[in-house]
């Protein structure tokens, strides 16, 4: 019996899964990362951040419900990357004047991993003629494209200056 071939809208949904597990763990990655950060801005960034990943998690579960799925997670290695390296930054950078541009270079590196997936699937669903996943996708990739835009004026405003003059 031949395989049938997979098609978009069985790639929405791997991916759908995909960025369900990395919302999830970014979800626990941010309270460390606040911790970590020096810096009451970038502290106050990744605590409003927190909350927005929390309703980004709720629109992912109601998009599963739009294409009759169970919300499940399937490990995504590149958002375990580079919440690795976030780790090890925050380990090897501990109480340096550096650490905070460097966590906000791994907050940034999580920002773009999304801000491209929700753009493809925003296109797919778009696509797949999945009229209100386009719309919850709409509001998550606005979110996450403002939220990079906050720690680039943190970074510039703020942390750089004071990693490089400690």
């Known amino acids: 019996m031949a395989k049938q071939p997979k098609m978009l809208e069985d790639l929405f949904h791997d991916t759908l899964k995909d960025i369900y597990f990395a919302e999830k763990k970014i979800l626990a990655t941010l309270p460390k990362m606040q911790k970590a950060a020096q810096a009451e801005e970038l502290q106050a960034a990744f605590e409003k951040h927190h909350g927005e990943t929390e309703v980004q998690i709720e629109r992912l579960e109601k998009i599963f419900a739009i294409i009759d799925k169970k919300p499940v997670g399937k490990t995504c290695d590149a958002i375990v990357g580079i919440t690795d390296e976030g780790a090890e930054i925050m ?52 979110e996450e494209k403002a939220t990079d835009k906050t720690l680039t004026q943190i970074a510039e405003s703020v942390v750089n200056q004071e990693a490089e003059a400690a």
Do not use: C, F
């Open 91 to 142: 380990k090897e950078y501990k109480g340096s004047p550096a650490l905070d541009a460097g966590l906000l270079a791994a907050a940034q590196a999580v920002e773009h991993y999304e801000i491209s997936r929700y753009g493809t699937m925003r296109t797919w669903a778009n696509e797949l003629g999945l009229k209100d996943a386009v719309k919850l996708l709409d509001e998550t990739l606005a």
